[in-house]
T-cell receptor, first 113, second 114 residues
Framework: NAGVTQTPKFQVLKTGQSMTLQCAQDMNHEYMSWYRQDPGMGLRLIHY???????DQGEVPNGYNVSRSTTEDFPLRLLSAAPSQTSVYFC????????????FGNGTRLTVT | DQQVKQNSPSLSVQEGRISILNCDYTNSMFDYFLWYKKYPAEGPTFLIS?????DKNEDGRFTVFLNKSAKHLSLHIVPSQPGDSAVYFC?????????????FGKGTLLTVNP
């Protein structure tokens, strides 16, 4: 049972480059979301999706795009990387049941130089 | 404006003793609270939760207490074990919102010494 799988684990980008962080879950969860974790900042919500074809912005969406074409996958795209996007990114999913807890992936550590 | 606050960045306790991690919140619309545990290089894992209609929830060695009037919750771990050493995040959800829209605190690093 893989749960939530994130790739890559590590990535270094130059300012201005674009890339996609991949997230896949095999639990048939309706909800998926992306968080970033910065030192001293806790986890902040970037974007989320309540089902295939439906996405919405979280607390810190600027500079990121998402799409949800399937239930399983929820990629996060950085359009033009900036040093301020250096962070650890976590993908999470949950069932569409009230108070069902989030299941997190193991994260992608991104460095933008 | 930080709506979920964990004012202690770190806590150190001896094995076998009680660990108490604290969390304060400012938004009175929060109605569900969760604790997550995070080991280095791993994602957070769900530990225990409590609804605002309760003041206590237990799961084995873990108990969460909620004081709504003080907007305060705490996680008690008894007895503490070295394997409990991790970062603990407090999270809250607003009423009417879905569980994915959680507001997290900054975390508290718990170290349990053998």
């Amino acid at each position: 049972n893989a749960g939530v799988t994130q790739t890559p684990k590590f990535q270094v980008l130059k300012t201005g480059q674009s890339m996609t962080l991949q997230c896949a879950q095999d639990m048939n969860h309706e909800y998926m979301s992306w968080y970033r974790q910065d030192p001293g900042m806790g986890l902040r919500l970037i974007h989320y999706s309540v089902g295939a074809g439906i996405t919405d912005q979280g607390e810190v969406p600027n500079g990121y795009n998402v799409s949800r074409s399937t239930t399983e996958d929820f990629p996060l795209r950085l359009l033009s990387a900036a040093p301020s996007q250096t962070s650890v990114y976590f993908c999470a999913s949950s069932r569409q049941v009230i108070n069902s807890p989030l299941h997190f992936g193991n994260g992608t550590r991104l460095t933008v130089t | 404006d930080q709506q979920v606050k964990q004012n202690s960045p770190s806590l150190s306790v001896q094995e076998g003793r009680i660990s108490i991690l604290n969390c304060d919140y400012t938004n009175s619309m929060f109605d569900y609270f969760l604790w997550y545990k995070k080991y280095p290089a791993e994602g957070p894992t769900f530990l225990i939760s409590i609804s605002s209609i309760k003041d206590k929830n237990e799961d084995g060695r873990f108990t969460v207490f909620l004081n709504k009037s003080a907007k305060h919750l705490s996680l008690h771990i008894v007895p503490s074990q070295p394997g409990d050493s991790a970062v603990y995040f407090c999270a809250a959800r607003g009423s009417g919102g879905s569980n994915y829209k959680l507001t997290f605190g900054k975390g508290t690093l718990l170290t349990v010494n053998p």
